[in-house]
T-cell receptor, first 114, second 114 residues
Framework: GAGVSQSPSNKVTEKGKDVELRCDPI?????LYWYRQSLGQGLEFLIY????????KSGLPSDRFSAERTGGSVSTLTIQRTQQEDSAVYLC????????????FGPGTRLTVL | AQSVSQHNHHVILSEAASLELGCNYS??????LFWYVQYPGQHLQLLLK??????LVKGIKGFEAEFIKSKFSFNLRKPSVQWSDTAEYFC????????????FGRGTSLIVHP
């Protein structure tokens, strides 16, 4: 079956612009995570969705970052008024309902803010 | 809160050398433990995992890891590395009864020279 997909694969934007990153999880996976991966910094947790529960937004670095998940499936991460320090690879992962199981990662979106 | 420490940030080996990557975590309760691998230009993918039972777990491509509860460790090993093992390796911990958000280590970059 299809894995986790993300779009776009690359995004170059100018400082101050808004960007939207999309994630399509594996069908049936109710848990969805967003991470940010910067060079040498490992994975930084951003936000977690589990079914219809309120998302855990504890990792969002500022109020310029937001995410939503429509219909328990597709998720969109929005970054408003982008800054150069937002440049990174944004990864999406999904897992089965237990939330403790293996995560399946998408290919990521490489964001470059000029 | 749980944390994960990977002691080796960069490892360079020659083919056929033995590999051990350290991973220690801090959490007093029951945990699920993972090693993920990211080959150049590819997605993060699961290498192996420990949920319960035999503390010595075997994964893909000849990798294994041993969970030592008393040392809070989950070190990754391979007796003889190959050039194709060149990748970034991440240890992750998910605490049972916790927030369902895994904590990742900062990663270890492994380069294997042919």
């Amino acid at each position: 079956g299809a894995g986790v997909s993300q779009s776009p694969s690359n995004k170059v934007t100018e400082k101050g612009k808004d960007v939207e990153l999309r994630c399509d999880p594996i069908s049936g996976h109710t848990a969805l995570y967003w991470y940010r991966q910067s060079l040498g910094q490992g994975l930084e947790f951003l936000i977690y969705f589990q079914g219809n529960s309120a998302p855990d937004k504890s990792g969002l670095p500022s109020d310029r970052f937001s995410a939503e998940r429509t219909g328990g499936s597709v998720s969109t991460l929005t970054i408003q008024r982008t800054q150069q320090e937002d440049s990174a690879v944004y990864l999406c992962a999904s897992s089965r309902p237990s939330g403790l199981d293996t995560q399946y990662f998408g290919p990521g979106t490489r964001l470059t803010v000029l | 809160a749980q944390s994960v420490s990977q002691h080796n940030h960069h490892v360079i080996l020659s083919e056929a050398a033995s590999l051990e990557l350290g991973c220690n975590y801090s959490y007093g309760g029951t945990v699920n433990l993972f090693w993920y691998v990211q080959y150049p230009g590819q997605h993060l993918q699961l290498l192996l995992k420990y949920f319960s039972g035999d503390p010595l777990v075997k994964g893909i491509k000849g990798f294994e890891a041993e969970f030592i509860k008393s040392k809070f460790s989950f070190n990754l090993r391979k007796p003889s590395v190959q050039w194709s093992d060149t990748a970034e390796y991440f240890c992750a911990v998910n605490a049972k009864g916790g927030s369902y958000i895994p904590t990742f280590g900062r990663g270890t970059s492994l380069i294997v020279h042919p």
